[in-house]
């Protein structure tokens, strides 16, 4: 089974603060994601990474980075914790490109800023 | 802006009736589609996925896609109480996944 783990299940940082998330996979998948999951909202993409070393924007990467320096870690970073970043964080990986692809997701981290 | 629109809920059904729950997409160039099932407090699980339109059967689940309508459906016969989950539609093109915002379903025991 493939398992994706993320370092924190919770999470409580203080606004202006630098926030670092893990995510691991164990199964050699080549893409891995992060999103975040609010109330009314779904799961909205922050960043994705096809590769080592790769990353693309997804549809809200402002006050967020990315990190990916080996196959199976992918670090979310965010570099001044501000109240509105307040949410749920998934990480998730793919094993490939195929569009018949399944995202597989870590357990989840709530991130609370004050 | 790529949309992918579900009725939030709450779906409340009877055990042991069929639930129907249903997505619309606006990019006709999406090619695969995808339904996962949500438990409060937890991260989101592969139900199945559908590419060609039609039906798609797994068990108790079946996928309908009609890429004409831009609509996809899952229809869960046979509901029990464990099913009462947020269901999240998803739809692919490329590398990005766009999800919707879920349905939350009630099996009423």
């Known amino acids: 089974d493939v398992k994706v783990t993320q370092s924190s299940r919770y999470l409580v940082k203080r606004t202006g603060e630098k926030v670092f998330l893990e995510c691991v996979q164990d199964?050699?998948?080549?893409?891995m994601f992060w999103y975040r999951q609010d109330p009314g909202l779904g799961l909205r993409l922050i960043y994705f990474?096809?590769?080592?070393?790769?990353?693309e924007k997804g549809d809200i990467p402002e006050g967020y980075s990315v990190s990916r320096e080996k196959k199976e870690r992918f670090s979310l970073i965010l570099e001044s914790a501000s109240t509105n970043q307040t949410s749920m964080y998934l990480c998730?990986?793919?094993?490939?490109?195929?569009?018949?692809?399944?995202?597989?997701f870590g357990p989840g981290t709530r991130l609370t800023v004050l | 802006q790529k949309e992918v629109e579900q009725n939030s809920g709450p779906l409340s059904v009877p055990e042991g009736a069929i639930a129907s729950l249903n997505c619309t997409y606006s990019?006709?160039?999406?090619?695969?589609f995808f339904w996962y099932r949500q438990y409060s407090g937890k991260s989101p699980e592969l139900i199945m996925f559908i590419y060609s339109n039609g039906d798609k059967e797994d068990g108790r689940f079946t996928a309908q896609l009609n890429k004409a309508s831009q609509y996809v459906s899952l229809l869960i016969r046979d509901s029990q109480p464990s099913d009462s989950a947020t269901y999240l539609c998803?739809?692919?093109?490329?590398?990005?996944?766009?999800f919707g915002a879920g349905t939350r379903l009630f099996v009423k025991a």
């Open positions: 990474s096809y590769d080592v070393k790769m990353k």
């Open positions: 998803a739809v692919t093109g490329g590398f990005k996944t766009i």
């Open positions: 199964m050699d998948h080549e893409n």
């Open positions: 990019d006709r160039g999406s090619q695969s």
């Open positions: 998730a990986s793919t094993l490939g490109t195929g569009e018949t692809d399944t995202q597989y």
